[in-house]
């Protein structure tokens, strides 16, 4: 029996199947990013579930090919409070990193519940309901956590193949012996495609149709490449993110592009036998067709042509028409409550990655656990004057003023937040983004400025959740128009924390916020 669903009184693992519980957080998924948020929500001491499609943790990965290493030394892929438990420089098979999930989610005890498949994710008012089976779940917060490779991309002719033909995707395809005689097509020449036909080209003719992706100079596993990993991770975990322009610049691009060949470089494909061959792009007689008119007459047809996610079952409109979520680092702003993690540059270029992941755990872990405590201080504020503040009622009436926030320890988290927020844009972009403050009956107000309307809107997101209990937040494209809109709430101006100039040329960086970072 699975240790993380050992029945003992109180655990929320082993609630009755068919019971409506309530926990302030759900994680759907419980691979490396489920675990990894688990492991932050219960330092912080919340309240929370993970539920996991597989009957064990760590099945996704056992589940894969069985030759497959990972891309990345096991010095980065750990998750947050656990090495990998290997030789630094070594690249952990798929088993190795399958029996590390298991034993992190033993060692802090993580509320794991294995088997269990979610159905639908709605909303009931203020609520999320989670479905699952015959079970039904209220919580606060759902963190969807289910990975970026749910389904494999497989064309749409892939269905006029002939019977006969196997057709395998990574996710099928364990080894070679499972195979019959003949040929085999490996559509797709990335890492996987060019490891699985360098592998089957032992035992059988073998093509690889696709464009070259070109390959890393340096051998995994060289002395180059122990010299060279750790600047590059610090700069693909720390450099290319969300937060920089670089990151901004190459994150389209990185979420389109096949990367270079790893392990196996296309002089060694040529060695074993592999035929590189153009696109495959349809079918002729039963018989898939190259795009140069092309048939193969081949017996096993490979698809590692890439994964797309699965979220048909979240009912809840927060995706483009793409079916991809929108949201910034993970939060989704239009749904307050709901968040991302674990997909392919989330918020950086390792934000997929086994040691990358914990990053935007942590992120998001601390946002769940402010909009609560945020919750908690609203509750208690009404509780203590018998009523909602809001535009005609100040917060506390012995300290109306901006710069007497009902929680002084808060208003310093505020201003750093701000603050940092203000101080990384102005780098980028040296005329945005500004924070103006001011008072309206005895209210403080915060106004947002930027010109850009992605980053206000992302800025405005990030304040309005954790701080609209306390202060009425407003944003504009201009100082012009943010010293309008005070105007017309009947607000009184009180200071600018950072930024531009304003339209009379006068330096606006002070004020009651106190200047930038």
Excluded at 60 to 76: E, G, I, N, V
Excluded at 107 to 136: E, K, W
Excluded at 353 to 369: F, K
Aim: glycine share 12%; with cysteine; proline share 8%.
């Amino acid at each position: 029996m699975n240790r993380q669903a050992t029945d003992h009184k109180g655990d929320p693992r082993t609630a009755p199947a068919a019971a409506t519980e309530r926990f302030e957080t759900v994680i759907v998924g419980g691979g490396q990013a489920g675990l990894a948020i688990g492991y932050h929500l219960a330092k912080r001491g919340r309240r929370f579930v993970i539920l996991d499609a597989s009957q064990r943790t760590g099945d996704s990965w056992r589940q894969r090919w069985d030759s497959l290493h990972l891309f990345t030394p096991a010095r980065y892929d750990g998750l947050p409070g656990m090495p990998f438990p290997a030789p630094a420089f070594s690249y952990p098979t798929k088993d190795q990193v399958a029996d590390y999930l298991e034993a992190y989610a033993i060692r802090f005890d993580l509320p794991v519940r294995s088997g269990v498949r979610v159905d639908r994710v709605s909303r009931d008012g203020d609520r999320y309901v989670v479905a699952a089976g015959d079970s039904r779940i209220l919580a606060d917060h759902v963190v969807v956590a289910s990975g970026a490779h749910h389904k494999p991309r497989i064309p749409a002719f892939a269905a006029d193949l002939d019977p006969r033909i196997l057709q395998l995707d990574p996710n099928r395809y364990r080894d070679p012996s499972q195979l019959p005689a003949g040929g085999v097509l490996v559509v797709g020449a990335g890492n996987s495609g060019a490891e699985i036909a360098f592998e089957v080209s032992r035992t059988h003719p073998t093509w690889l149709s696709g464009p070259a992706t070109g390959h890393i100079p340096i051998r995994t596993g060289s002395k180059w490449d122990r010299l060279l990993t750790p600047p590059f991770w610090w700069f693909v975990s720390r450099v290319l993110t969300v937060q920089t322009p670089i990151g901004r610049k190459a994150r389209p691009k990185a979420l389109t592009t096949t990367s270079p060949l790893e392990r196996v470089r296309p002089k060694e494909l040529a060695a074993a036998g592999v035929e590189r061959v153009p696109r495959t792009v349809g079918v002729r007689d039963g018989s898939p067709m190259l795009e140069n008119g092309r048939v193969m007459d081949v017996a096993t047809v490979l698809w590692c042509t890439g994964f797309r996610p699965d979220f048909t079952w979240i009912d809840l409109p927060v995706f483009d028409q793409d079916g991809t979520p929108a949201h910034h680092r993970g939060v989704v702003g239009s749904q307050p409550g709901l968040y991302f993690v674990g997909l392919w540059f989330l918020s950086a270029f390792t934000s997929s990655l086994l040691g990358g992941v914990g990053n935007d755990a942590g992120y998001i872990a601390e946002q769940i656990a402010s909009h609560q405590h945020d919750g908690q201080r609203q509750a208690a504020a009404r509780h203590q004057s018998g009523g909602s503040p809001g535009p005609d009622r100040p917060w506390n009436a012995k300290h109306p003023t901006p710069s007497r926030s009902p929680n002084s320890a808060n208003k310093t988290v505020l201003y750093r937040m701000i603050g940092a927020a203000v101080g990384r844009a102005q780098r980028a972009r040296p005329h945005g983004p500004a924070v103006m403050s001011g008072v309206r009956m005895g209210t403080p107000v915060l106004l947002l400025v930027d010109d850009d309307p992605a980053a206000l809107e992302a800025l405005a997101g990030d304040v309005g959740r954790r701080f609209g209990a306390d202060y009425q937040v407003l944003a504009e494209r201009s100082p012009v128009a943010a010293l309008a809109a005070l105007r017309r709430l009947g607000a009184v101006a009180g200071g600018c924390a950072a930024g531009r100039r304003a339209a009379d040329g006068r330096d606006e960086r002070r004020g009651v916020l106190g200047g930038r970072p």
